[in-house]
């Protein structure tokens, strides 16, 4: 296993935005067994650095891929897109329209029972991006996945922090 290699090659699998993540993690734990810093305690010093960058790299890779936005920001990455341009920053009309009115119905948010289906939503804007994110690496729209990506990090944001009023509320 090549430190230079990508996540995906790490894990065997082909550079695709679907990923079993049970085979994901079995293949992670096969890794982890076989490298293990541990095993390595006797070893020369070179040895058991490079069994630490490889654990390291082995951990950073799973990290990425098991997380869809992550795993979509990675793969974006590799076809050459600049992910952290802070200067793209235009966002359809409509999604920026829903952004203010989603902020402003969490702000308004006192029960429990409300904030239930307000998660709820915002877990199926979740599963339908992360749907569309699918068919558009796929059919290798990768502009139009880019804008998914940041569409689905704002609703990550948002889940997190009605997740943080529900600790208030509780």
């Given at each position: 296993m090549s430190l230079s290699a990508n996540h995906f090659e790490l894990f065997q699998n082909a550079?695709?935005?679907?990923?079993?993540?049970?085979?994901?993690?079995?293949?992670?734990?096969?890794?982890?067994?076989?490298?293990?810093?541990?095993?390595?305690?006797?070893?020369?010093?070179?040895?058991?650095?490079?069994?630490?960058?490889?654990?390291?790299?082995?951990?950073?890779?799973?990290?990425?891929?098991?997380?869809?936005?992550?795993?979509?920001?990675y793969i974006l990455q590799l076809q050459g897109i600049n992910t952290n341009d802070e200067y793209h920053t235009t966002m359809d009309g409509d999604f920026l329209m829903m952004q203010m009115e989603l902020r402003e119905q969490l702000a308004e948010i006192t029960q429990l029972e409300q904030l239930n289906e307000f998660l709820s939503r915002i877990e199926q804007y979740q599963d339908n991006l992360n749907q569309k994110l699918s068919q558009q690496f796929a059919e290798e729209n990768l502009q139009q996945a880019h804008d998914s990506v940041r569409q689905f990090q704002f609703f990550n944001r948002l889940h997190e922090q009605a997740l943080q009023l529900e600790e208030e509320l509780i």
């Amino acid at each position: 296993m090549s430190l230079s290699a990508n996540h995906f090659e790490l894990f065997q699998n082909a550079v695709t935005f679907e990923i079993d993540i049970n085979k994901l993690s079995e293949s992670y734990r096969n890794l982890q067994r076989t490298i293990h810093p541990d095993k390595y305690a006797n070893a020369p010093e070179r040895e058991r650095r490079l069994a630490m960058q490889r654990a390291a790299q082995i951990n950073e890779a799973f990290q990425t891929l098991k997380n869809p936005i992550t795993r979509a920001l990675y793969i974006l990455q590799l076809q050459g897109i600049n992910t952290n341009d802070e200067y793209h920053t235009t966002m359809d009309g409509d999604f920026l329209m829903m952004q203010m009115e989603l902020r402003e119905q969490l702000a308004e948010i006192t029960q429990l029972e409300q904030l239930n289906e307000f998660l709820s939503r915002i877990e199926q804007y979740q599963d339908n991006l992360n749907q569309k994110l699918s068919q558009q690496f796929a059919e290798e729209n990768l502009q139009q996945a880019h804008d998914s990506v940041r569409q689905f990090q704002f609703f990550n944001r948002l889940h997190e922090q009605a997740l943080q009023l529900e600790e208030e509320l509780i």
